[in-house]
């Protein structure tokens, strides 16, 4: 719709929103009105994309960005085991092509929500001068088993990721697969103590699980991290490890969790083949994050930092290195 | 704190948020888990205030521009008749000064979330070359008797306003005081039909209420409007006069509802002294949006387009009226 008003768009966004049941009213009052079940726990997660930052504009498509922010935000609710019913989407949008673009963000969401049952219950759009912007706030409710927090991690617990990771640049960052089900399925059959989504990278986001618990420690088995057939790729080109980009690189939006023993020995009875978990590690009494190489050897393993230690091609000069230490 | 990092950051935001008790986890998890009374709605808007197009930097303050980001999101709560809960906050900073932009947008917005009892439970923090983006998503809550919507209004309803009108841009704009209390204590004494709050203009935003009842129709009394003294100000500077003002300028944030007459007798009745209400016109059956002036005409009234027939000097150029017709 070139040229069309801000109400015109609105309006044809109103129109194509996804809804459910439990958005009472969505877009077109002061405030959406939402019913949740009584006596859970309402989720939300706020993650905003913006061009330079997240994504160039002119190297991907509206659709794919649009896609890619409603998915992080659903990887958030996966993270605490819940499941997602409404999404608020403010917009930045650049002033030349507004509408176009404002379209293809939603076409890009869309199927995503309709996916997972989700609401688009409200928003905000605004165009401007400046780089495209877009916020999506996401609501979810927790299971009545209560949501899986970063702090519930108990010596002992096992550490397990729902997939493998590593190299998500090369293009899987930009469509994530939120681990919804995968998180809903494991709950309801037995507890998970602490879980987290993968951004940052595992190297990263582990220390947010022993931070928030307490002060623990893990350590970490290096011959049992599930490499992503893109990290063994990331190391063909760069002299890295492939193990490094799977302990490092972030966006893999896998979820990492912690558990005890007999919550895996539950899943592995009830679940079957369905049970596609990688078991990675244990977690520790004492403080700091720890890697148990092939050889044997225990190493101190810093967030981001695995490149440190185990870089294939010890000729390359530090330098070229371009990972925070 | 100059310098400081992302991490350094949020932990700070994290020490200085508001909290209340229905947040049981708030910055710091991938999610927040929130508690709400059983059975009630879950209310949620989202505004999105950025660089240019609501403000600039240069002319206002990081603590004016927090405080009405957060403002503006509890007036739309407050035409739901709602009680505000959590707020959720995503900024794009201008890279050269993040952290002090940051923390001017909290000090501007904690003293009002402390106001209001509502918590800062999470957000999102990114840093960027272009302007300042501030997007707030506000949950609150519906109270026993529901919320109110904009699609209520029924032939007969009184309309009221809760404020004087007109003349905000001389500052007022920037710190509008939300209608929280007085929502919530008139809903509790007598049904409210429909209320929005006024943002784009009392002849705009009536037209949202008329539209989403079915198609209703409204006569406005003039001389029952209340004209600011900010008003009075502009038409002072620009020819234009007071009545204008109050009808077409945006950003007033009082609220604009319907409501029975009985309503309005009980509301008398229970609050007295406390009851600043203007009535200022009658929800009809036949659709249009029409005014009485003082000497009896009665005219039809466009939306931000009062300019049109009631010009105080005539002999100004049409040209000079920047208002959208």
Chains 1, 2 share one sequence.
């Not at 969401?109 to 165009?127: C, I, K």
């Not at 002299?239 to 919550?263: I, K, N, Q, V, Y």
């Not at 092939?294 to 230690?309: I, K, S, T, Y």
């Amino acid at each position: 719709m070139p040229g069309a008003s801000e109400h015109d768009l609105i309006a044809w966004i109103r129109g194509q929103a996804a809804t459910n049941s439990q958005t009472q009213v969505g877009i077109g009052d002061d405030c959406a009105a939402l019913r949740f079940t009584p006596g859970r726990q309402v989720l939300v997660t706020t993650d905003l994309l913006a061009e330079g930052r997240h994504f160039r504009l002119a190297e991907t498509t509206a659709e794919a960005i649009g896609r890619k922010a409603l998915a992080v935000n659903l990887s958030d609710i996966a993270a605490m085991a819940g499941t997602p019913v409404a999404a608020f989407v403010a917009v930045c949008l650049p002033a030349g092509s507004a509408a176009e673009v404002a379209q293809g963000l939603l076409r890009g969401m869309m199927p995503l929500a309709r996916e997972f049952g989700v609401s688009l219950a409200g928003g905000d759009t605004n165009s401007w001068g400046d780089g495209l912007v877009v916020a999506v706030t996401l609501l979810g409710e927790a299971t009545e088993r209560g949501p899986v927090f970063r702090s519930g991690a108990k010596p002992g617990d096992l550490i397990a990721v729902t997939g493998r990771l590593g190299g998500s640049i090369l293009g899987r960052h930009l469509s994530p697969l939120p681990r919804i089900d995968e998180a809903l399925k494991l709950h309801e059959v037995a507890p998970i103590h602490a879980m987290i989504d993968l951004s940052d990278g595992l190297s990263s986001d582990l220390r947010h699980i022993l931070r928030e618990s307490g002060g623990l420690g893990a350590l970490l088995e290096a011959g049992a991290i599930p490499v992503h057939a893109d990290a063994e790729e990331m190391a063909r080109r760069d002299g890295l490890s492939a193990l490094h980009h799977a302990l490092d690189d972030g966006e893999d939006f896998e979820l990492c969790f912690t558990a005890p023993a007999e919550s895996f020995r539950l899943w592995k009875q009830a679940l079957g083949d369905d049970f596609r978990l990688h078991q990675i590690g244990t977690i520790r009494a004492e403080p700091g994050l720890f890697i148990r190489l092939e050889d044997g050897r225990v190493e101190p393993l810093a967030p981001g930092g695995f490149d440190h230690f185990l870089r294939v091609d010890t000729t390359d000069p530090a330098g070229t290195n371009e990972r925070p230490s």
